[in-house]
Every structure is written in structure tokens, then in C-alpha cells.
């Protein structure tokens, strides 16, 4: 079994960029699809963006296309979100996520392992 742990959250001025790493531990990394979720005060746990177990595919929901970059590095059992651009609306406590039909479905019953969470805040 996969166990995640997120790093890189903490306060942004929009326009600005952060970086999440998320470290997996457990020897079948390589065989999860990994994603991120996010989850804003009052609202559901929403997708974010997805990458196959290869790293040759990627997913991202509309609002953070051109802006967001999912990618892995599966040697140091790592995935990222590189967040650039960043908006007010885009705070929320940001979750990684590993399953291995998770790409292309986008939802949460088709995530296997939940990391912690990491907050992410930006100020306008």
C-alpha cells in the first residue's frame, strides 16, 4: 500500500507560483495513476489535475489548464503540481491522491490513497 505526504502549501500573492510535492512511500508507486483534489470552505472535494503511472499522460480540469503542470518522478517516488498564475479562487486545501484508474475519470471514487492535505492561500 501507497502512503502519501504533501509539502509545499502556505500563502501566495495572486499572480504568484507555488510548487506541492507529494512523497510516496511503499514499493508500487509506479503502478498508481497520482492526482490532485482540492477542497475550498464549504465546497466538495473537486479534481484537479491527474498523471498516468508513466508520466506520458496527463489530465487537468478546465480551470486550471495553461496554469497547473502535474508531472512524476517515479525514481524519487514524487508527484508535483507546479502552480503558476495563481487566483484568490484557487485557495483550498489541495490533496494528492493515487489510484490506479485514476486518470481519465476525475472523481473521487477512484482514488485508492489520500495524502493529508496541504493549505494553499492566495491573496488578492
Known amino acids: 500500500q501507497v502512503q502519501l505526504v504533501e509539502s509545499g502549501g502556505g500563502l501566495v500573492q495572486a499572480g504568484g507560483s507555488l510548487r506541492l510535492s507529494c512523497a510516496a512511500s511503499?514499493?508500487?508507486?509506479?503502478?498508481?495513476?497520482m492526482g490532485w483534489f482540492r477542497q475550498a470552505p464549504g465546497k466538495e472535494r473537486e479534481f484537479i489535475a491527474a498523471v498516468n503511472w508513466s508520466g506520458t499522460n496527463t489530465d487537468y480540469t478546465d480551470s486550471v489548464k495553461g496554469r497547473f503542470t502535474i508531472s512524476r518522478d517515479n525514481a524519487k517516488k514524487t508527484v508535483y503540481l507546479q502552480m503558476n498564475t495563481l487566483k484568490p479562487e484557487d485557495t483550498a486545501v489541495y490533496y494528492c491522491?493515487?489510484?490506479?484508474?485514476?486518470?481519465?475519470?476525475?472523481?473521487?471514487?477512484?482514488?485508492?490513497?489520500w495524502g493529508q492535505g496541504t493549505l494553499v492561500t492566495v491573496s488578492s
Open positions: 491522491a493515487a489510484g490506479r484508474l485514476l486518470i481519465g475519470t476525475r472523481r473521487t471514487e477512484y482514488v485508492e490513497v
Open positions: 511503499g514499493r508500487t508507486f509506479s503502478g498508481y495513476a
